[in-house]
């Protein structure tokens, strides 16, 4: 991708030690560490390797927040960073092992957030740990807020950034840090559109039901977090609208790509595009229920190309051995 090195941080509550031995060789900007168990593992690693490792310690600000409960990352009894008492501890005994060096502090409290204020609650958090860790001597360099802006979905409000980016900015200018800002979803979520054609239309009792060709295996943020993307029929001329439900093709009553959903009424071979899904996408697709995966099409400067070839059944079993 040509991203250099200095630019990547590597978060993730599981990290495996062939993966941080990776990260090391290829001196990236720093590890976010999750656990004191984990620093204990990096620090082995930079011993092995005699390198110095920089590290991020990744605050748990024991702020819950999120569009749906899967999505909450910064509650206190989550799996997912450390609480102030241990978040100093760690970087304390960073500072003193050798073979780290503690560099900033991290935090995220979950994603498809409209509201930036948990946000700005928990960066007001980790800079007050901050200020505790610099006046016991500890310089850090980086004030990495994570990311977890939101895509208003459903045509409400979205989240102001001026706003954000603004507050942001000045509280990294009073720790004299600098800032990492990951806002990922928020850029490439609406280049993307997820688009599936209609097999069959049908009635199910008082409900319509119009299947398509492409399903949760592609797309599974409705099933799993509730999403509700926007819909586009894509055919000509008036037709007269319904509320239907969007199902796809799998053996299962949670495979939909929308529920109740007023649209023009489809039919038998039309094109339904299902918008904004480029952040989650492709990206948690899988081969479930033997579904190949789909293409992926980029378009840019008035022409397209495929990024992706189309799954094949030959895909499903290549790997396996009798």
Not at 20 to 37: D, H, K, M, T, Y
Not at 101 to 118: A, E, N, R, W
Not at 151 to 162: K, Q, R, S, T
Request: negative net charge; proline residues 5%; contains cysteine.
């Amino acid at each position: 991708m040509g991203i250099p090195p200095d630019r990547i941080v590597f978060s993730g509550v599981g990290k495996r030690e062939n993966e941080i031995r990776a990260a090391v060789e290829a001196g990236i900007r720093s590890l976010n560490v999750e656990s004191l168990e984990e620093l204990d593992e990096i620090a082995d690693v930079g011993r092995a390797l005699e390198r110095v490792v920089p590290v991020t310690i990744r605050l748990n600000p024991d702020i819950a927040s999120g569009g749906h409960e899967y999505l909450s990352t910064g509650g206190a009894g989550s799996k997912f960073g450390l609480g102030r008492g241990e978040a100093a501890e760690a970087v304390r005994w960073a500072e003193a092992a050798g073979a780290l060096s503690p560099v900033g502090i991290s935090f995220h409290v979950g994603s498809q957030l409209l509201d930036t204020k948990p946000l700005l609650e928990a960066a007001d958090r980790a800079a007050e740990l901050w200020r505790q860790l610099a006046a016991a001597g500890i310089p850090l360099r980086d004030f990495d807020v994570g990311g977890g802006l939101g895509l208003a979905y459903n045509d409400g409000p979205e989240p102001d950034v001026g706003d954000y980016i603004a507050r942001l900015g000045g509280l990294a200018r009073g720790l004299e840090a600098t800032l990492l800002l990951e806002p990922g979803r928020h850029l490439v979520g609406p280049v993307g559109t997820f688009v599936t054609r209609v097999v069959h239309v049908k009635q199910a009792g008082a409900k319509t039901i119009v299947v398509c060709d492409g399903g949760s295996n592609d797309l599974l943020r409705p099933a799993l977090y509730g999403a509700e993307h926007p819909i586009t029929v894509l055919a000509d001329g008036e037709r007269e609208r319904a509320t239907v439900d969007l199902a796809g093709p799998l053996c299962e009553s949670g495979d939909f790509l929308a529920l109740n959903r007023s649209v023009p009424l489809p039919r038998r071979g039309d094109l339904i595009a299902v918008e904004l899904a480029g952040a989650y996408g492709r990206v948690m697709s899988s081969t479930y229920n033997a579904r190949p995966l789909c293409a992926e099409v980029v378009v840019e400067q008035g022409s397209w190309r495929v990024s992706r070839e189309r799954g094949t059944y030959d895909d499903l079993v290549r790997n396996e051995h009798t």
